[in-house]
């Protein structure tokens, strides 16, 4: 029973690179959420999203940054032209329909901009 | 301005003792709370939770306690293990945000020493 799979693990991307973030919830999760951590701070909402529907971007920067959930394969996060401030963890969540706020969590992907 | 706050970055506690861990919130809107235990490379996972309609949830080894009217949650850990050891967040939600749309602390380091 696979868990919430984030890859890579780790990126590197030079400034002004995409980078592209994979996220395949646990089986039977219709609900996918990414989350970013910075340095020595806590988790911070990006975006919710249902399958190929956005939900809640409310978190998301409004310039650079995109999230998708199609109807199959994995949720995407994407950046584009990344600069070093970008670098941080970035996770993703799945829930099951109805199921609150209870959040599974992926292992995140280290995002660092050279 | 941060709406959930862990005010101890750190925590050092020995095996078999009682951890209490702090989390303090400004928005009177959140009506749910949860604790979630990181550790090393892995994303966070989900501890325990409670409503605001309630002043106390316990599981095992885990109680959190929360008292509204100083907007103060905790969370107790008895005993305490090495396996603890762990980062803990505090979470926040149903100020009008979204499903999932968590409003995390910044997490407080628990050492648990043999």
């Known amino acids: 029973n696979a868990g919430v799979m984030q890859n890579p693990r780790h990126l590197v991307r030079r400034r002004g690179q995409e980078a592209r973030l994979r996220c395949s919830p646990m089986?039977?999760?219709?609900?996918v959420y990414w989350y970013r951590q910075l340095p020595e701070e806590g988790l911070k909402f990006m975006v919710y999203?249902?399958?190929?529907?956005?939900?809640?971007e409310s978190g998301m920067p409004k310039e650079r940054f995109s999230a998708e959930f199609p109807k199959e394969g994995p949720s995407i996060l994407r950046i584009q032209q990344v600069v070093r401030g970008d670098s941080a963890a970035y996770f993703c969540?799945?829930?099951?329909?109805?199921?609150?706020?209870?959040?599974?969590f992926g292992s995140g992907t280290q995002l660092s901009v050279l | 301005d941060q709406q959930v706050k862990q005010n101890s970055p750190s925590l050092s506690v020995q095996e078999g003792r009682i951890s209490i861990l702090n989390c303090d919130y400004t928005?009177?809107?959140?009506?749910?709370f949860l604790w979630y235990k990181k550790y090393p490379a892995e994303g966070p996972t989900f501890l325990i939770s409670?409503?605001?309609?309630?002043d106390k949830n316990e599981d095992g080894r885990f109680t959190v306690f929360l008292n509204k009217s100083a907007k103060h949650l905790s969370l107790h850990i008895v005993p305490s293990q090495p396996g603890d050891s762990a980062v803990y967040f505090c979470?926040?939600?149903?100020?009008?945000?979204?499903?999932?749309?968590?409003?995390f602390g910044k997490g407080t380091k628990l050492s648990v020493k043999p």
């Open positions: 969540a799945s829930s099951p329909q109805g199921s609150g706020e209870k959040l599974f």
């Open positions: 089986k039977g999760h219709s609900h």
């Open positions: 999203l249902q399958k190929e529907n956005i939900i809640d």
């Open positions: 928005n009177s809107m959140f009506d749910y």
């Open positions: 409670i409503s605001s309609i309630k």
């Open positions: 979470a926040a939600s149903g100020y009008g945000g979204s499903q999932g749309n968590l409003i």
